[in-house]
């Protein structure tokens, strides 16, 4: 295991270090997974890499998926990382790494889509949608996520600021603020973020369940609702948040 690994490399295993090197495999082996059951289904599937954070990278492989398929109908911006520590223990560089994989991404994605002011359209024309996947901590705050909030929010305003632009036209651009998935040991909710959730009343979302939502804010949202709040949890209770958007009759 990885702990032996690390003994016979003469390193002292760290909790915290065999924990991060766990979640790597884990993601890999989700990925493959994920791309082995799509071709079993007959769909055409790629993954490319790229550090997202890394503007002219991150345009540039846009623009090559364009090229060789000749548009691209619809996009799911997921990018985001977790450092969760109380503020008074952050770095400024952690600080920026939470804030900046999830914010700069988002606008060089919408840049390269033809979605920001005054960009020309691309080749094949802007997509049908583009979906950014942020978080409930963003609306309403989860202890040791002040990054991840901050970064979540600040994704889920750029949706909406999107959507209002004459460049959006006929593309459907929105947020998405989900609770927390059900998606067992994987997934951006580690253990201890999924515990402090269960004791604020919000409900895991299972994932067959976040497709099918999904799939429906797609076919059917509408352009005036750019930002979604989906899950189970207390701001259905939230009478004044819920005012602040103009649903006070759902929370009444």
């Known amino acids: 295991g990885l702990i032996a690994q690390a003994r016979a490399k003469g390193a002292v295993p760290r909790p915290a270090e065999i924990e991060r090197q766990w979640r790597q495999i884990q993601k890999v082996r989700e990925i493959r997974e994920t791309l082995e059951s799509l071709r079993a289904l007959g769909a055409g599937a790629e993954y490319l890499r790229c550090d997202v954070r890394d503007r002219a990278s991150f345009a540039a492989l846009v623009a090559d998926v364009r090229a060789r398929h000749g548009r691209i109908d619809g996009v799911l911006h997921g990018a985001g990382v977790i450092e969760d520590k109380l503020l008074?223990?952050?770095t400024p560089e952690s600080f920026e790494t939470?804030?900046?994989t999830k914010t700069d991404s988002a606008e060089t994605l919408a840049g390269a889509l033809g979605l920001?002011?005054?960009?020309?359209?691309?080749?094949?024309?802007?997509?049908r949608f583009v979906v950014f996947f942020t978080s409930v901590?963003?609306?309403f705050g989860n202890r040791g996520q002040g990054d991840y909030g901050a970064a979540n929010e600040s994704v889920s305003k750029l949706a909406r600021w999107l959507q209002a632009q004459p460049e959006a036209g006929a593309t459907r651009v929105c947020a998405i603020s989900w609770g927390p998935w059900d998606t067992g040991a994987g997934g951006m909710v580690s253990a201890e973020i999924k515990a402090q959730f269960d004791a604020l009343g919000i409900v895991p979302i299972p994932p067959e369940l976040g497709?099918?939502?999904?799939?429906?804010?797609?076919g059917w949202g509408e352009a005036y609702e750019p930002e979604v709040v989906w899950g189970q949890g207390p701001w259905a209770k939230d009478v004044s948040r819920l005012r602040e958007t103009g649903l006070s009759k759902a929370a009444e």
Do not use: F, H, Q
Not at 116 to 127: D, N, T
Not at 211 to 218: D, K, S, W
């Open 88 to 90: 008074a223990d952050k």
């Open 98 to 100: 939470v804030l900046r």
């Open 116 to 127: 920001m002011p005054a960009s020309p359209v691309p080749e094949g024309g802007r997509p």
């Open 137 to 139: 901590a963003g609306r």
């Open 211 to 218: 497709v099918a939502a999904l799939a429906a804010e797609i």
